[in-house]
């Protein structure tokens, strides 16, 4: 291995660290309620897709879809995230993981698996457009 093909690994393992952090912070500010610091992880017209609770566009209507289903639905939540699998190809990378959702609705827990892309720029990463796919519900036993 060349210096330069070391040089390209290193890049890409430091985008996927990025991109793992920039999902921490995604859930981060999902369970501190932090409708704004949640917005600004998006491009300016990055689409939030909320599964059944709806769907938001641009950073002013992500704030807007969070702050209502925060107020009407969701009083708590708690997400887990796990087993990312990142691809990066030059200046965008998707990713694929599991959510775990704990919320104060209806008792249940959420599995969710999710997907989303990046794009790489000047002012670091944002995520385009993250999508939540069918998930699967359970009433937690006691």
């Known amino acids: 291995m060349n210096l330069e093909e070391l040089k390209n690994r290193l890049e890409t393992l430091e985008v996927v660290e990025a991109i793992k952090k920039l999902k921490a912070r995604y859930c981060q500010c999902a369970d501190e309620r932090d409708a704004a610091g949640f917005a600004n992880l ?10 059944t609770f709806g769907r938001g566009q641009g950073r002013a209507g992500i704030v807007t879809f969070l702050r209502g289903v925060q107020q009407q639905s969701l ?7 796990m087993n990312p699998i990142i691809e990066v190809q030059g200046d965008t990378a998707t990713g694929q993981w599991y959510l775990l959702n704990q919320t104060a609705r209806d008792s249940y827990t959420t599995v969710t698996p999710c997907a989303a892309s990046a794009r790489r720029s000047s002012v670091g990463l944002t ?13 937690p036993s006691l």
């Open 127 to 139: 995520v385009l457009n993250p999508v939540n796919r069918a998930s699967r519900r359970r009433q």
């Open 75 to 81: 009083p708590f939540a708690l997400h887990y995230v």
């Open 42 to 51: 998006f491009t300016e017209d990055g689409v939030f897709e909320g599964g």
